[in-house]
């Protein structure tokens, strides 16, 4: 029972993860359509501004939780400035060759760079060592993960969905035309929308960096599953990222302990199978 548990644990950090850079995808795909391949290496970004926020600045874990996601966001509202805001209209395609070529850059450059060794990072003092629960000995930063990602997404979730300015966000995607007739400057609030969602990759990676160590190519394999849990959870759906997220986690650490073979699998037969059966996702809605 205890490796169990210990699986159980590890499919919440991971599902964390996945719920927290679903849910940026969900809010770049919902709000702009652009389909964001760079997300992992924006992921990877992350956890390397921490890494250099503490080696370079002294700049220690709590505030590089504030500052990493703020100045890997400032870098992608400059590449929706500077790029994607030329593919406004075009079909989803381009965007996702853009932004997958994107990734492939800033992939390399860390590479070469940094190679593809991890570098450690710290866990911070406040969240060493573990407790005793009795059934299983739970590592407190593992804990805190799970319940920071919580918080981090029901919080963006209440913002778009039950916000004044969730509704501006809304609003200037399906109509940018009506909107701006109120003097709203749409714009500036779909920058500030691939920014919000850039940063919330960026505070995934930043949480990661004590578990994974930092490392170039961290996002690689990461993103191809946050896909599949964004499809099965419905393009653009907020709270169904961030159900699906934490439920695949789970679900693919049972599959460790029960079934370690499909493990790396499982993810993919279930988006096959929730496709199969509602194309448009367990939450989403047809266009």
């Not at 400035?81 to 492939?104: E, K, N, V």
């Amino acid at each position: 029972m205890q490796a169990l548990y210990a699986q159980l644990l590890v499919g919440l950090i991971n599902g964390s993860f996945y719920a927290l850079l679903s849910l940026g995808l969900a809010v770049i795909f919902g709000m702009l359509n652009i389909i964001n391949f760079a997300h992992g290496a924006l992921y990877m970004m992350g956890a390397f501004c921490a890494y250099f926020l503490l080696n370079l600045g002294g700049i220690g874990y709590w505030w590089a939780l504030l500052l990493a996601p703020i100045i890997v966001g400032i870098f992608g509202m400059v590449l929706e400035r500077t790029m994607l805001q030329w593919l406004a209209g075009l079909d989803h395609l381009y965007g996702l060759l853009l932004t997958f070529g994107l990734a492939l850059i800033i992939q390399g450059v860390f590479q070469n760079f940094f190679g593809s060794s991890g570098l450690p990072y710290a866990i911070p003092d406040q969240l060493r060592g573990g407790m005793n629960l009795g059934f299983m000995y739970l590592p407190v930063y593992r804990g805190w993960v799970v319940i920071f990602s919580l918080v981090v997404c029901l919080a963006t979730w209440f913002l778009i969905e039950r916000t004044r300015l969730g509704a501006y966000l809304r609003a200037a995607t399906e109509n940018p035309t009506l909107v701006r007739a109120f003097g709203i400057n749409v714009p500036r609030m779909i920058t500030l929308t691939y920014g919000l969602g850039v940063g919330l990759a960026a505070l995934a990676g930043v949480l990661s960096a004590p578990i994974n160590q930092v490392r170039p190519l961290m996002g690689e394999n990461m993103i191809i599953v946050v896909f599949a849990v964004v499809v099965i959870g419905g393009m653009g759906s907020i709270m169904g990222s961030i159900i699906t997220g934490f439920a695949l986690g789970v679900i693919e650490g049972l599959t460790k302990y029960f079934y370690p073979e499909a493990s790396n699998t499982v993810v993919f037969v279930l988006m096959v199978l929730v496709l199969l059966v509602k194309p448009t996702g367990l939450t989403g809605r047809a266009a």
